[in-house]
């Protein structure tokens, strides 16, 4: 027996709601790195807290699911933490924080570090949807130069880039194309997560509630970064050496740790750290 | 009491497990999943077409139906349980039907440059009649496929110039197959 509420629906949402983004999000991985609008609903959560995403997970997640819920990588933050109990109480799923038993993965800013498999979706919460946004603030505008195929504003900003930084500083939301076709906001991830959305073998949803937009990468999707043939993409992370594990091929966090300002760097990716350490 | 018409058992439960079925089948395309039975639904329907219907139509949502399709038992059903508006015209968001019927797919909607995405999604029914092999190639397929598909799937091609074009689902019995418009069909 689930011990899940009563008064909701299964997962929270309508089913009218639920149809009208499952339609959404089969089109999105019809037109793999296309931005489908959708009518985003008012969710117990704040604009910010990831509803694009925990809509994602409500329209998608079925009785039989295992649901992983993560917050930089890790399981035992608040966003983590307060979304996972969401679930629990209007569906009545289980939880995982093994990243190998997760059905569902809803992620805020990473990739679990763990190889996914073709039988897991991961679900994004993504804050502004259009990578081109910051370049051109008009939706009109960024509508058009996605149908012409015209992105060589976001070649420029790279460029600047380089000719302000020497290299490419763009460190998170890096953008990448997908299928050859579309240039996609990965959500704002490190870079250093982008080659894992390259060929991945999980379904990759992506949902941002306050601009009502829905994305999707299928599997087995070319999902290349970005480059310029001398300055080739570079998935950048910090040199250094995990102080609780000892992974030297993770993506670490730097941590302040006393009122002195001693730091240590950790893995990112809570559960793959602790799979390591024992 | 009479009987109710065939329908879900858990509404909510059931139509999250056939999303999922869905999605799966449109993500990786060429693969056979299969669909939880309905019995006694109204004919010529599938199991497959029928949750189709259920998961993705409702009242904002037209459906065009092939002629065979076309009776009082099957629109009594769609309207009892979806309230989409079956239309006679091919300007719809959803088709069902004979491959013969659909023909030619270009007269659906196959979106617009800046909404590639309204483009309407096309059923095919007893899509194992008058197969031919086809390997198929994309986004969510790993390796070259193998596949029979119905003869006249070749003439999707005139309805595809991607990002616009119709999606597909192949469905017989309680199977279905996924052909979005990012599947590249060759002989």
Known sequence: ?278 | MTNPLPFFQDQSKDAARAFRIALKAMAMPGKIQNFQVIDGLPTPLSIAGATLILVFCDFNTKIFLGETFRNKNVEDWINFYTGAKISGDKNVDFAVGHIEELLPFHEFPIGTDEYPDRSANIVIENASKDVKSFSLNGPGIKETLHVELPEKIIERESAISFPLGVDIFLAKENFVMGLPRTTMVET
């Open chain 1, 1 to 278: 027996m689930s011990n899940s509420e009563e008064d909701f629906n299964f997962a929270y949402l309508d089913e009218q709601t639920k149809r009208m983004i499952r339609r959404a999000l089969i089109k999105a991985i019809c037109i793999p790195g296309y931005q489908v609008p959708f009518a985003s609903r008012e969710m117990p959560m704040p604009y910010g807290w990831g509803t694009g995403g925990v809509q994602v997970t409500a329209a998608c997640l079925q009785e039989t699911d295992v649901l992983k819920v993560i917050d930089q990588g890790s399981d035992d933050t608040t966003n983590a933490v307060s979304i996972r109990k969401f679930f629990e109480r209007v569906a009545g799923v289980k939880t995982t924080e093994n990243t190998g038993k997760a059905s569902v993965i809803q992620t805020r800013h990473r990739i679990p570090e763990q190889v996914l498999s073709e039988d897991q979706i991961l679900v994004y919460q993504v804050p502004i949807p259009e990578p081109l946004r910051f370049l051109e603030p008009r939706e009109t505008e960024t509508r058009v130069m996605h149908a012409l195929e015209e992105y060589g504003l976001m070649h420029v900003k790279l460029y600047e880039d380089i000719s302000i930084n020497g290299e490419i500083s763009t460190a998170y939301a890096y953008p990448v194309k997908v299928n050859d076709r579309y240039i996609m906001d990965p959500s704002p991830t490190p870079k250093f997560d982008n080659p894992k959305m390259n060929f991945c073998s999980a379904i990759q949803l992506f949902g941002a509630g306050r601009e009502q937009r829905i994305y999707a990468v299928p599997p087995y999707t070319k999902v290349i970064s970005l480059d310029f043939e001398d300055y080739p993409f570079e998935a950048s992370r910090a040199e250094k050496t995990c102080e609780i594990c000892g992974a030297t091929n993770t993506y670490l966090d730097e941590v302040v740790i006393d009122d002195k300002g001693t730091r240590m760097f950790s893995c990112s990716d809570s559960d793959y750290c602790n799979s390591q350490k024992s």
